[in-house]
């Protein structure tokens, strides 16, 4: 005999977890299915922390809006998160960058986020470890910052089972039959509604419906650099837009160090690409030259995975060719910082069919097919 549920949540993430929390504190009886032995093991655990609502579009800013605030509660009433708004501090170098940076910004600001334009002597005042030669300026917002991502799986997971929540490991989907019968590596599972939430294994889960998402797995790499000196206390995410380097300091001390190479192609492979230290090499010495001088031991990088869309944005909303089965996929890099607003959009749509609390057209599956995508351009 099959069992139950009204909501399956296939991925134990943190937009699966996010998801089923949701839905259970609006009533739903909910089963998460997890592949891995383990809870929030795969692109959560390996993610840089960073939350920011330095986006360029709308539905990332109302995401990010929406998700500062409900991480900051949750770290009032759960704990745990080790949330920091140390603030994310955009730099630019190029007139090309300034004007994206500004044009951001006055978008930023008209939705309600009030990012600050910087010039050079506030840049140099706030990260004296920045080189400021040649800056035209940069963009802070006091609410950015980040996050330890093992501590937002932990409170999501504990606040997800207190509401009511099942999650199951070692429950890998095997096959979905319309209906919906999930058949899973433990036993078979009813619902009513399943929400895919599997991260870069999202396409894949699509295909078992017959349906399909343009998410691929792209490798982004990071490093941890410790600093023997101990020079400081925490920094904002401080980015130079104009290499695309990112740095901050860690809680424990050194420096957390990340650079996304844009031309790196999808696939599986999660070792570190060994180009990436000579490009942090060549790139350091724009803004963060005193960073390049400290040693980089290869065996404190690593490597995660992004699961990317053609446009840099999530994919939310129901299957056009399968009523009841939603996706909950292809958040690239911003996954932590918009889950909640994942899980509430969610909830939304399987409770009322629709989301009163976004406008979730831009991230709707059929976006694809009609060609109707607005791009995301603050990818880091």
Known sequence: MASRTHVAVIGAGVIGLSCARELARAGFDVTVLEAAPTIGRGSSALANG??????????????????????????????????????????????????????????????????RWLEPDEIASMVPFVRTEGIRGGTFHARDGFLDPAGLVAALVADARAEGATIL??????????????????????????????????????????????????????????????????????VDVDTGVLVRREPAGGWVIAYADPDDPPGWDTS??????????????????SILDLPIDPSQC????????????????????????????????????????????????????????????????SRFVEGDLVIESAVL
Do not use: K
């Open 50 to 115: 960073g939350i920011r609502a330095q986006f360029t579009t709308e539905i990332n800013i109302a995401f990010s809006r929406f998700s500062i605030a409900e991480l900051e509660t949750l770290e009032r009433t759960v704990g745990g998160l080790g949330l920091h708004q140390t603030g994310y501090l955009m730099l630019a170098g190029a007139e090309a960058s300034e004007r994206r940076l500004r044009d951001a910004a006055e978008l930023q600001r008209r939705l309600g986020v009030e990012t």
């Open 169 to 238: 490991l070692r429950a890998a989907v095997g096959a979905i039959e319309r209906g919906f019968v999930i058949r899973h590596a433990q036993r078979d599972l009813r619902a009513d509604a399943v929400v895919n939430a599997a991260g870069t294994a999202a396409r894949a889960v699509a295909r078992l419906v017959g349906g399909d998402v343009p998410v691929e797995p792209v490798r982004r790499n990071l490093a941890h650099v410790m600093d023997p000196d101990g020079a400081g206390g925490l920094t904002p995410m401080t």
């Open 272 to 289: 570190v690409d060994p180009a990436f230290l000579p490009a942090l090499a060549a790139r350091l010495p724009n803004r963060f030259p």
């Open 302 to 365: 690593w490597a995660g995975l992004y699961p990317e869309t053609p446009d840099h944005h999530a994919i939310v909303g129901e299957d056009p060719g399968v009523p009841g089965f939603l996706h909950c996929v292809g958040f690239g890099g911003h996954g932590l910082m918009h889950a909640p607003a994942a899980g509430r959009a969610i909830t939304e749509l399987v409770a009322r069919g629709r989301s009163e609390t976004f406008d979730l057209r831009p991230l709707r599956p």
